[in-house]
């Protein structure tokens, strides 16, 4: 197997963050993933913003190491997504008549069409269309993994809280903000991370405002952090 090879620049980020934040209290792939959306938007506060289980990570990445399939609502999130190939039918010539047909959302459509090829057990990646989230709830499609990071002001929280809620594993994040560089950075973390990481065990987080506590402490902001 190829060991990846950090760009100098990657390796400089990560420095910077870690003096900037101790995410150490986390288990072991969800702080892979927190460091790597931190390092991909220059953002602190997903530290706190961030919610899932490490099982839920687990479950996605032994499902990605097995080759299972990775679906995104958009060709800006496959784009972010570099060790592996992805589907999307954003889009799709189908995807258009069936959202016109069915009286849908393209996204919507999309999503219908994914399912129809993949079937359960995919990681789906949604980083801009909160109704592609809704879409997947509402299909049931028994995915391994839902990473949803939609951005705006219009219905993005409520997708990504609708999320939370339906019991699915998913990785979400609270606030308005996200994109597709969230969802893709997440899941390259999860692609990235080669040590055989081991179940957290239920009731590995707990979630206030959207902050999170890991055993020993919530994630540290040094003095002088921005």
């Not at 980083?127 to 879409?135: M, N, Q, V």
């Not at 999170?212 to 002088?224: L, V």
Request: a negative charge.
């Amino acid at each position: 197997m190829t060991v990846r090879q950090p760009h100098p620049i990657e390796v400089r980020s990560y420095e910077i963050l870690r003096s900037r934040v101790d995410l150490s209290p986390m288990p072991p792939l969800w702080r892979a993933v927190a460091e790597r959306v931190i390092h991909a938007t220059a953002d602190l506060e997903y530290a706190v913003d961030l919610v899932t289980t490490e099982d839920f990570l687990v479950q996605g990445w032994s499902a990605l190491r097995a080759g299972a399939p990775i679906v995104t609502d958009e060709h800006m999130t496959a784009a972010g997504i570099s060790a592996r190939e992805t589907a999307c039918h954003a889009d799709d010539p189908a995807a258009a008549r069936m959202a016109r047909a069915a009286g849908i959302t393209r996204p919507a459509a999309a999503v219908r069409i994914a399912y129809s090829e993949v079937g359960p057990g995919a990681v789906w990646v949604v980083g801009s269309a909160p109704e592609a989230i809704f879409e997947i709830i509402a299909r049931r499609v028994r995915p391994a993994l839902v990473v949803g990071t939609p951005v705006g002001f219009v219905g993005a929280a409520e997708a990504k809280e609708a999320l939370r809620a339906s019991g699915l594993p998913q990785l979400s994040n609270v606030s308005e903000k996200g994109g597709p560089a969230v969802a893709a950075a997440a899941v390259n973390a999860l692609l990235y991370f080669e040590q055989a990481p081991q179940p957290f065990g239920q009731g590995a987080s707990s979630h206030g405002q959207g902050a999170s506590s890991y055993g020993q402490g919530a994630p540290s902001f040094e003095q002088g952090a921005p």
